[in-house]
């Protein structure tokens, strides 16, 4: 009874095209990302994500004005109810990424047109979900200490405010910096798993805060955003650069992946590597801490053979040793990943609302032929 038809089964969905976005391109083989046309490597460093997220939301750079009112409504929304708070205090001792999905889904109850799927509402939820996930972030990461968690700035940008919240100390302009850029290289990214999520969630016409919520699961996997935090375990592990060529091929040769390698789409380095590769170069300099750029490089070494077979570094490799020489935990590190989602997740639901279709692939079934029941007294 076994499917036999003459089927061509794509695990993973691995290289099926299941829509058109106007949002990001991705050519893996050349290692080329644009958001809306533009080269990342325009945006990281030079844009910054109050403007990316615009970008991608709206589908042009703003201007002065616009970028302007885009700002004060990022702002004005950075704030989360009271309840929600009482909600992370209930939780706070799980792992960060459980606590950010079960906020995120509270935060429906307390958005007043959480059931309205209309792009313009949910361009709006969505604006809103950017400014409060950061402080859902590190409002538990203060409570989980038994802290009272720092309000919000109303002045600072995106990226100092999340860093400002977990300390209440302003970071300095280069860390800020730093922070902005990786939001930026986060921001979106094609039919990752959890924009797939996302979109498979809004394809049953359910809400933007359901999607989100469902995407911050998907996020949460060690082969998709969980990577950078376990970069950061194994640079703690190897601990000496001198370390680190032994360290991959023992665990390659135990059928191990070396985490912030390989990806599903570049067959070429990740472009956004790059970005963050200097980042962490200069911080471990101006941290006095050089050795962890010096045990990436090292990893780096080690794995280059594997570039022959499209293995390279991609985005996470270096964002988790930037948010440790940041003294971020490493459990907030894939909370960051989710930081920087949230303006892509919400732009792919929108498309998926624009053109609607429900998603629902096909198994190919391999079970049991079809037999009759047995009465227990039978069995
Ligand atoms: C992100 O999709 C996105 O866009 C995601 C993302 C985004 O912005 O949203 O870019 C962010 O999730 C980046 C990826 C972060 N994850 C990791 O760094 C975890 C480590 N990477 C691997 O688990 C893996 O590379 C995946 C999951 C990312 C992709 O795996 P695929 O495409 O399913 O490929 P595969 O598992 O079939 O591997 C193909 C071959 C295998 O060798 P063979 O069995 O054919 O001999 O490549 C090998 C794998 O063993 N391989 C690795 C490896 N990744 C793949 N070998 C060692 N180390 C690795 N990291």
């Known amino acids: 009874m076994a499917t036999t038809e003459d089927i061509t089964l794509h695990r993973g969905l691995s290289g099926v ?3 058109r976005t106007e949002t990001t391109f991705i050519d893996g083989k050349e290692g080329k990302l644009l958001y809306r046309g533009y080269n990342i490597h325009d945006l990281a460093g030079v844009s910054n994500f109050e403007e990316t997220s615009y970008l991608l939301m ?12 885009f700002d004060a409504r990022l702002k004005a929304n950075r704030n989360i109810p009271s309840e929600v708070m009482g909600i992370i205090h209930a939780v706070k001792d799980d792992h960060p990424m459980s606590v950010l999905r079960t906020a995120v889904s509270a935060m429906s109850a307390f ?11 949910t361009l709006r939820k969505g604006i809103r979900l950017t400014s409060q996930v950061p402080t859902i972030v590190m409002a538990h990461h203060n409570i989980r200490q038994g802290k009272e968690p720092v309000p919000p700035s109303e002045t600072l940008s995106h990226a100092a405010n999340f860093l400002y919240m977990m300390d209440g100390e302003e ?6 910096a730093l922070m902005d850029t990786d939001f930026v290289l986060h921001a979106d990214h094609g039919s990752n798993a959890s924009a797939f999520t996302a979109r498979a969630v809004a394809g049953t016409n359910a809400d933007l805060h359901d999607a989100v919520t469902a995407g911050i699961g998907a996020l949460s996997g060690p082969s998709h955003g969980g990577a950078a935090e376990n970069v950061m375990t194994m640079a703690l592990e190897i601990g000496e650069a001198e370390n680190a060529e ?14 912030g390698f390989g990806h599903r789409v570049y067959r070429a380095e990740d472009p956004r590597a790059r970005h963050l590769r200097e980042g962490v170069r200069k911080l471990s300099e101006e941290k006095g801490e050089p050795k962890w750029y010096g045990i990436l490089e090292s990893v780096q070494n080690a794995m280059a053979p594997y570039g022959r077979r499209g293995i390279h570094v991609n985005v ?18 894939v909370p960051i990943f989710a930081v920087g989602r949230i303006p892509g997740w919400t ?13 629902r692939p096909l198994l190919q079934y391999a079970g049991p032929e079809e037999r009759s029941y047995k009465p227990i007294t039978d069995r």
């Not at 709206?58 to 009112?69: I, K, R």
């Not at 970071?171 to 800020?176: G, I, L, V």
């Not at 732009?347 to 998603?359: D, K, P, T």
Request: no cysteine.
């Open 111 to 121: 958005d007043p047109e959480s059931e309205d799927n209309s792009s313009e509402a």
């Open 171 to 176: 970071p300095t302009p280069e860390t800020a």
């Open 246 to 259: 032994q360290y991959v091929k023992d665990l390659l040769a135990g059928g191990g992946r070396v985490m």
């Open 316 to 333: 996470d490799f270096f964002a988790g040793v930037i948010y440790y020489l940041n003294g971020i935990p490493h459990d907030l590190f």
């Open 17 to 19: 095209y299941f829509d």
């Open 347 to 359: 732009v792919q639901v929108i498309e998926q609302f624009e053109h609607n279709i429900l998603i």
């Open 58 to 69: 709206y589908g042009e750079l703003p201007t002065g004005a616009q970028l302007a009112d």
